[in-house]
């Protein structure tokens, strides 16, 4: 669901002139532009998010092809090359001030010592973990990009790491914006071919709208008023008292400032396909219903109950804390995008392009339990999210926070905002990616893992759809979550019992068996 808000006017910028080494220069008169109120706050010490692209290449990484490009394309987007100015302990207005850019100080290449590596994976995963005790210099623009030129298998030969501040943008955008400087291999000129919802016609609407009777339609507003009234009311109540009752919640309280062990695993598309298909949900339904049935296995374990037990589901319940409240809060742009088209014309060619945090939260419940039909995971969160398309939620917290903003201040709000992550849990997201191979700068890509770390929830859920694969990333606080590999398994072994459970129930047609699930 796409949620309009008015466009605010945007200042013309003069085009940057590239001078030796890769530095940027601008005319002398500078140009600067408040930061939205959505953006500063991710420039409070608690909430200081930095987002992670983690990107496998399938060959070596050409740094001056990738120095080369860079200038004609991603540097002419103002917030890449625009400082962030101004102290907000001292009560000053933090700016984008548009500002030289050193590519040198922005592509950084570790030397690595790749044949006494025991294991490639695991040497990875140490370097995004101590790149999250670090936050980005604020003396030049806030991204950056680490080359790791070390083998994990036959298809990664190398990976790049694009950090990003998440002032400069919304995650999605974000991503947005890195597959809009991709192209096809197939075709170098082509950008990626992006799934898309499809969207009933205005006429099928208006059709529809007359066949159906005032009742139903009346029906329908109420809904709509009651699902908005409660959901506000929950935020509501959760910003003043209401606290996530979780086992997953850290006893250290505010988890924002410790690193993250940010985990990945990779698993076939087409086993989500199919179980969408048999329930009659989308993707994100699945991915949410198996994330539930993974959590539940991860902590029914916790609680003592063996994989192997004979117990029914209700008896391994008993097992389990009394009142679990786990909760996930989304952040939701409602400045609507352009699309990946429209960002990369706005890099080659100088033109708009929608762009900015203007942010809107939504309280997702997760459900936590074991079932004795694996399909009901997938039942039970299409039904959540169906509720909550059916709802004005985003746009009223997003109002509410904008009223607060101008009444009260930055502080008040932010007070606000910390309240409604120390009261959750879990921060979720599901991105739609290409659905052929994509080259970064003519680098082809065997994956996509996009993270974040600063983010004061003790666990952070991405899942990345590629061509046929499917990427669940985890970043958690190892306080809360000490094996996160673990829980990766039980979400994609979750995917393999719901999938079987839907062929074995005669949910499927035309399938081929296979094997349980595809892992990559």
């Known amino acids: 669901m796409e949620f309009v808000?008015?466009?605010?006017?945007?200042?013309?910028?003069?085009?940057?002139?590239?001078?030796d080494k890769g530095l940027m220069k601008f005319d002398e008169e500078e140009k600067e532009e408040p930061l939205s109120p959505s953006s500063i706050v991710f420039h409070k010490p608690n909430f200081n998010i930095h987002i992670l692209a983690i990107m496998g290449c399938k060959t070596l990484v050409d740094l001056e092809l990738c120095k080369s490009k860079i200038p004609l394309t991603l540097l002419k987007h103002p917030r890449f090359s625009s400082l962030v100015v101004g102290d907000l302990s001292k009560g000053e207005e933090l700016k984008w001030v548009r500002t030289e850019v050193d590519l040198d100080k922005h592509i950084i290449v570790p030397n690595i010592d790749s044949e006494n590596i025991v294991s490639p994976e695991k040497y990875v995963e140490d370097y995004i973990y101590n790149l999250s005790k670090t936050t980005l210099d604020k003396s030049r623009p806030l991204w950056d990009i680490h080359i790791l030129h070390l083998k994990l298998n036959e298809d990664v030969k190398a990976l790049g790491i694009f950090r990003i501040h998440h002032s400069l943008g919304d995650g999605t955008s974000l991503i947005s914006l890195l597959l809009a400087l991709t192209r096809k291999t197939s075709d170098p000129k082509a950008l990626p071919t992006i799934p898309t919802q499809k969207i009933m016609s205005n006429d099928n609407k208006i059709r529809k709208g007359l066949i159906c009777r005032s009742i139903f339609v009346l029906w329908w507003v109420l809904q709509l008023f009651w699902n908005t009234f409660n959901d506000v009311l929950m935020f509501v109540a959760t910003a003043l008292f209401l606290k996530d009752n979780s086992p997953l919640k850290s006893s250290l309280g505010r988890v924002s400032n410790t690193p993250r062990r940010i985990v990945y695993k990779i698993f076939s598309l087409d086993d989500m396909k199919l179980v969408k298909n048999a329930i009659g949900g989308t993707i994100n339904d699945v991915a949410l219903g198996i994330t539930q049935a993974g959590l539940s296995r991860y902590l029914s374990r916790k609680y003592g109950n063996d994989e192997n037990n004979i117990e029914d589901s209700t008896e391994?319940?008993?097992?389990?804390?009394?009142?679990?409240?786990?909760?996930?809060?989304?952040?939701?742009?409602?400045?609507?995008?352009?699309?990946?088209?429209?960002?990369?014309?706005?890099?080659?060619?100088?033109?708009?392009?929608?762009?900015?945090?203007?942010?809107?939260?939504?309280?997702?419940?997760?459900?936590?339990?074991?079932?004795?039909d694996p399909l009901d995971y997938i039942r039970e969160a299409k039904a959540t999210v169906d509720r909550k398309k059916h709802s004005l939620e985003v746009n009223y917290t997003f109002f509410m926070a904008e009223v607060v903003m101008k009444l009260f201040g930055i502080k008040v709000a932010s007070a606000i905002s910390d309240r409604i992550?120390?009261?959750?849990?879990?921060?979720?997201?599901?991105?739609?990616?290409?659905?052929?191979?994509?080259?970064?700068?003519?680098?082809?890509?065997?994956?996509?893992?996009?993270?974040?770390?600063?983010?004061?929830?003790?666990?952070?859920?991405?899942?990345?759809?590629?061509?046929?694969?499917?990427?669940?990333?985890?970043?958690?606080?190892?306080?809360?979550?000490?094996?996160?590999?673990?829980?990766?398994?039980?979400?994609?072994?979750?995917?393999?019992?719901?999938?079987?459970?839907?062929?074995?129930?005669?949910?499927?047609?035309?399938?081929?068996?296979?094997?349980?699930?595809?892992?990559?």
């Open 5 to 19: 808000t008015r466009r605010r006017k945007k200042r013309m910028i003069k085009p940057i002139k590239v001078i």
């Open 316 to 372: 391994k319940m008993k097992k389990f804390p009394k009142n679990i409240r786990l909760r996930s809060v989304l952040l939701i742009n409602i400045r609507p995008s352009g699309g990946i088209q429209a960002l990369a014309d706005m890099m080659e060619k100088d033109t708009e392009a929608k762009w900015g945090n203007s942010l809107g939260y939504v309280l997702l419940p997760f459900t936590i339990g074991l079932r004795d």
């Open 421 to 520: 992550n120390a009261h959750t849990t879990i921060a979720f997201s599901n991105l739609v990616g290409p659905m052929e191979e994509i080259g970064f700068y003519g680098h082809p890509l065997a994956f996509l893992a996009p993270s974040s770390y600063g983010q004061p929830n003790e666990l952070m859920i991405n899942f990345q759809s590629y061509i046929n694969k499917m990427t669940v990333v985890l970043a958690v606080d190892e306080e809360v979550i000490p094996d996160p590999h673990q829980l990766c398994d039980d979400i994609v072994e979750s995917l393999k019992l719901v999938k079987e459970a839907a062929i074995t129930q005669g949910l499927v047609k035309d399938f081929v068996a296979t094997k349980g699930c595809q892992t990559i």
